[in-house]
């Protein structure tokens, strides 16, 4: 079965490293996207990718990158981790055409200390 | 820009109907959805709606769209104990494109 994937589950970092979250579907699905979701906050976009080679930046943007080398992954970088960024990420992909929404990822907790 | 705006909590008794409200602002929105999340888990989409349509129901759910008024349901029947979650109004322009996301409402069913 198409499934999407994020690893690791749960990551302690401490403040000032970098940290790259995975996320893999195996979908063929052409979009991808990268949430972070706090208290009172809900959903904010960070990242998207409408393709190979294709990133746009979301909302909150700062502080994160993504790069597309293939389909089927997107993996989310943060390039010096702060506590601002503890939080829980989800991973998203979607199809080009249709109306079938998003398949989301498990989500990865990070803590940064 | 851009907001999606709900209610943050709903209790309801197990048997009764819940009703959970969302307002959006973006009038070309063509798209919107409502996600479930259960606790430790990712979005599920339960149900979507085009801007065109008024209302669509889906066995226990039933959405309504008041496209004058920016202003979406999702009413759910017969609310079980395994309905506790969050609840994620979302809308988006285009199908499988980006997506703005309301902060959610959490639903407590009581036994």
């Known amino acids: 079965d198409a499934e999407i994937t994020q690893s690791p589950r749960h990551k302690i970092t401490e403040t000032g490293r970098q940290v790259t979250l995975a996320c893999h579907q195996t979908?063929?699905?052409?979009?991808m996207f990268w949430y972070r979701q706090d208290l009172g906050h809900g959903l904010r976009l960070i990242h998207y990718?409408?393709?190979?080679?294709?990133?746009n930046k979301g909302e909150v943007s700062d502080g994160y990158s993504v790069s597309r080398s293939n389909t089927e992954d997107l993996p989310l970088t943060l390039e010096s981790a702060a506590s601002s960024q503890t939080s829980v990420y989800f991973c998203?992909?979607?199809?080009?055409?249709?109306?079938?929404?998003?398949?989301f990822g498990s989500g990865t907790r990070l803590t940064v200390v | 820009g851009e907001d999606v705006e709900q209610s943050l909590f709903l209790s309801v008794r197990e048997g009764d109907s819940s009703v959970i409200n969302c307002t959006y602002t973006?009038?070309?929105?063509?798209?919107l959805y409502w996600y479930k999340q259960e606790p430790g888990a990712g979005l599920q989409l339960l149900t979507y709606?085009?801007?065109?349509?008024d209302m669509k129901q889906d066995q226990r759910l039933t959405v309504l769209l008041n496209k004058k008024d920016k202003h979406l349901s999702l009413r759910i029947a017969d609310t079980q104990t395994g309905d506790s979650a969050i609840y994620f109004c979302?809308?988006?322009?285009?199908?499988?494109?980006?997506?703005?996301f309301g902060a959610g409402t959490r639903l407590f069913v009581k036994a």
């Open positions: 998203a992909s979607s199809e080009s055409k249709g109306d079938y929404g998003y398949t």
């Open positions: 979908w063929n699905h052409n979009n």
């Open positions: 990718s409408y393709g190979v080679h294709d990133t």
């Open positions: 973006d009038s070309s929105s063509t798209y």
């Open positions: 709606i085009f801007s065109n349509m």
């Open positions: 979302a809308e988006s322009m285009a199908g499988g494109f980006k997506t703005i």
